[in-house]
């Protein structure tokens, strides 16, 4: 059985997986077949679906709902109050359940605080999107993603520092990353 801590005012349903080192901080609430993985930290007011994945070190900040359909990587960040949705035309008086998209973040990507990620897409290794920026269409690895809709203005390194570019290749001035640029994306070297 996992070892993780749930704070007393939170619930875990039966048939949730939780990992072990996982904190759950107030008032959560995560559902029968929501899986989390090792040393995640869902703080205050998170509520995670049935049918959502959250990988190992996934860090997500206060009032975050992870809708069914959601798959977060490992080392993923989401920040205070960001948003994710699984239906793109939702109405209360029409059943849309059969409609969910999927949303995939990948390894490592920050969702900024407020942000809204549409369902359907997926977010790049090591994307950063900026606090409030609105996310309706795919977005690269490592892409700084700001605005609304978000529009990628640079890139960023693993480590989370932005990169700047020349003759289309960068060296992080933090941790000596070295990427190189091509045909609209970005790879480590």
């Known amino acids: 059985m996992a070892e993780y801590f749930a704070h007393e005012s939170s619930y875990v349903d039966p048939g949730a997986v939780v990992g072990d080192g996982t904190k759950i901080w107030h008032f959560c609430h995560v559902m029968p077949g929501a899986e989390i993985g090792e040393r995640c930290s869902l703080g205050q007011n998170v509520v995670v679906m049935p049918g959502t994945r959250i990988g190992n070190n996934v860090k997500i900040q206060n009032n975050v709902s992870i809708y069914e359909g959601v ?31 999927r949303t995939h973040v990948r390894r490592g990507a920050t969702i900024g605080a407020n942000a809204t990620i549409v ?5 790049g290794e090591y994307a950063f999107i900026g606090a409030g ?5 795919d977005v ?3 892409a700084l993603m700001v605005g609304v809709p978000a ?38 070297v």
């Open 133 to 137: 920026a609105v996310v309706t269409s």
């Open 140 to 142: 690269p690895g490592f």
């Open 71 to 101: 798959v977060l990587e490992d080392d993923v960040f989401c920040g205070p109050s960001c948003v994710f949705t699984n239906v793109i035309n939702p109405r209360s008086h029409v059943p849309r359940k059969h409609e969910y998209r």
């Open 151 to 188: 529009r990628r203005v640079g890139w960023m390194c693993q480590c989370g520092e932005r990169l700047h570019l020349s003759a289309g290749a960068s060296t992080c001035v933090a941790c000596g990353a070295a990427y190189r640029e091509s045909s609209g994306m970005l790879a480590r």
């Open 119 to 123: 369902c359907g897409v997926t977010l």
